[in-house]
C-alpha cells in the first residue's frame, strides 16, 4: 500500500484535490440555495418591500468538451432598491 502511494503519488494528490474541489462546490451550492431561501422569505425583502423580477442571466461556462449553461434570475426590491440574484424562477 505505502509503496503503491510513492508510486501514485502525482495521481493520489490530483484525485484528493478534485475531491475536495467537488465537496467544496457541492457545500457551496448548498449554502447559496439556504442563503436564497433566507432571502426570499415568501417574496418580501428584509425591509418589507416587495421581490420583483427583473432580469435572467445565462452564463456559459465551456469545458473541453461540454457546454453548460447556467441561468440565475434577478429580483429586485421595490421599496429599498436592492438587488439578489437567486439561482431559481421564484
Ligand atoms: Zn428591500
Not at 34 to 45: A, F, H, I, T
Not at 54 to 82: L, N
Request: one cysteine or more.
Amino acid at each position: 500500500m505505502k509503496e503503491w502511494i510513492e508510486d501514485n503519488l502525482a495521481e493520489v494528490i490530483i484525485a484528493t484535490a478534485s475531491l475536495l474541489l467537488i465537496v467544496c462546490f457541492v457545500l457551496t451550492a448548498i449554502a447559496s440555495h439556504k442563503e436564497d431561501e433566507r432571502l426570499w422569505n415568501n417574496g418580501y425583502c428584509e425591509c418589507d418591500g416587495k421581490w420583483v423580477y427583473v432580469d435572467s442571466v445565462t452564463q456559459i461556462s465551456k469545458s473541453s468538451d461540454t457546454v453548460r449553461t447556467y441561468t440565475t434570475y434577478i429580483y429586485r426590491c421595490d421599496r429599498c432598491g436592492r438587488m439578489h440574484e437567486f439561482d431559481e424562477l421564484r
